[in-house]
């Protein structure tokens, strides 16, 4: 029996090669930072998947990867994928399960015989996780026109490395970054698989669902400057330690999150000078901040900021807050919602999520859905994210059934 002809045997195959690509011995969780050495080893494997089925490849002006079946400049393209860089010791399937779904997907169309009539195309977009640089999905931003030249290219990572540098040493120009209109012209529809980052398909029984919309969410920096001091000599009165500023302003987020049912997380945090026995000058942290709609969300953020502020003057600290990023709420296109809904047989559960994501960004150009993968724990942005193998091969299933009926009619 030729195994290969096998529905989800190309998935496997793939998905083991991909596996080990940024894996960290100790955590077991990727580092597949954007412009990284992995990040090119994740790239190199999707142009060989690319051109081992006989698609066209090209990356573009903003280093994202495209594997085209057909012409694209045909226009009117069906285009599915998502990203393969991760957050620090992120798992498995956050980005990756979508492009690796996406090039099984188009297998088991060739199993099936599908002969398309609209061209299609496999995506990776570049820096969606912002991991690295601060900004997520980079690539899709820039491509949108969501993110300017002058931004990208002012964006610097932990070791002082602008984004022009990293980019240029990966052999990418990053002197022609910036919106691709033409580019998101030729896209009729843009369809994301991903694996739920929460629980609800696990709660209902269902091994995949379909969104409805993102949550607007954003990040703020929050600056802490006091004054570096002797720990084991300055008097707790005469200190002007951000530290304690700091842990007050965790503590409101949690509180004022839980209040209106949102969320909100300070997950980073930088110090200097960053010594056991000195009293910090510098405290950093970025709020990552969540709601359902965007007036909860500007309420949970102001108090935050508002705490903050109402600490710092009693602890003599000084507070700057930054918006680094923010991407307003996603209402994926409900025609192309319904069709997908019709087409995976009208009982496929719809969901919202607060997780952000490429297809987010590019729906105000192009009509985009989402498909979810059962999580069955709810973790993600761990090693200990997972999902089943019959569930990733629904998703593969329930990929492919959606490309037939929308390129293939």
């Given at each position: 029996?030729?195994?290969?002809?096998?529905?989800?045997?190309?998935?496997h195959q793939m998905w083991r090669e991909l596996a080990p690509v940024g894996r960290d011995a100790t955590t077991g969780g990727y580092r597949r930072y954007a412009w990284s050495g992995p990040d090119a080893d994740c790239r190199a494997w999707f142009k060989d998947q690319a051109l081992a089925r006989g698609l066209s490849y090209e990356t573009d002006r903003n280093g994202n990867q495209w594997a085209w079946l057909g012409d694209p400049a045909q226009g009117d393209a069906v285009?599915?994928?998502?990203?393969?860089?991760?957050?620090?010791?992120?798992?498995?399937?956050?980005?990756?399960?979508?492009?690796?779904?996406?090039?099984?997907?188009?297998?088991?169309?060739r199993r099936r015989g599908a002969s398309p009539t609209r061209p299609l195309a496999v995506s990776n977009f570049g820096d969606e996780e912002g991991a690295r640089f601060g900004v997520a999905c980079v690539?899709?931003?820039?491509?949108?026109?969501?993110?300017?030249?002058?931004?990208?290219?002012?964006?610097?990572?932990?070791?002082?490395?602008?984004l022009p540098q990293a980019m240029e040493a990966a052999g990418q120009d990053p002197d022609a970054i910036g919106p691709d209109p033409e580019r998101l012209a030729r896209i009729g529809?843009?369809?994301?698989?991903?694996?739920?980052?929460?629980?609800?398909?696990?709660?209902?029984?269902?091994?995949?669902?379909?969104?409805?919309?993102?949550?607007?969410?954003?990040?703020?920096?929050?600056d802490f400057a006091g004054e570096a001091n002797h720990a084991g000599t300055t008097r707790l009165a005469d200190r002007r330690d951000p530290m304690p500023t700091y842990a007050e302003t965790v503590l409101a987020a949690r509180r004022e999150a839980e209040l209106l049912g949102a969320l909100a997380t300070f997950g980073k945090v930088s110090v200097e000078p960053n010594g056991v026995n000195a009293i910090p000058s510098l405290v950093r942290g970025?709020?990552?901040?969540?709601?359902?709609d965007q007036a909860t969300l500007d309420t949970v953020v102001a108090a935050v900021e508002r705490?903050?502020?109402?600490?710092?003057?009693?602890?003599?600290?000084?507070?700057?807050?930054?918006?680094?990023?923010?991407?307003?709420?996603?209402?994926?296109?409900?025609a192309l919602r319904d069709e997908l809904n019709r087409l995976l047989g009208g009982r496929i559960p719809i969901l919202g999520t607060g997780a952000g994501h490429d297809?987010?960004?590019?729906?105000?150009?192009?009509?985009?859905?989402?498909?979810?993968?059962?999580?069955?724990?709810?973790?993600?942005?761990?090693?200990?994210?997972?999902?089943?193998?019959?569930?990733?091969l629904a998703g593969v299933i329930a990929l492919a059934d959606v490309l037939e009926g929308l390129a293939c009619r």
């Open positions: 029996m030729n195994t290969k002809s096998l529905p989800g045997a190309s998935f285009v599915t994928g998502s990203h393969l860089d991760s957050v620090p010791d992120g798992g498995a399937f956050d980005g990756p399960l979508g492009v690796v779904s996406a090039f099984a997907a188009l297998d088991e169309l690539g899709s931003r820039l491509t949108a026109g969501r993110l300017t030249r002058e931004q990208a290219h002012a964006l610097r990572d932990a070791d002082g490395i602008l529809a843009f369809v994301e698989l991903h694996v739920e980052q929460g629980r609800a398909l696990d709660l209902s029984g269902d091994a995949v669902g379909l969104a409805s919309a993102i949550w607007p969410h954003g990040r703020w920096r929050f970025w709020l990552d901040s969540r709601a359902a705490a903050a502020r109402d600490r710092a003057a009693r602890d003599g600290v000084d507070l700057t807050v930054v918006r680094e990023s923010f991407t307003p709420v996603v209402e994926f296109e409900h297809a987010g960004i590019l729906s105000a150009a192009v009509p985009t859905a989402m498909l979810f993968v059962r999580n069955p724990t709810g973790v993600s942005h761990s090693p200990a994210e997972s999902a089943a193998e019959d569930d990733c």
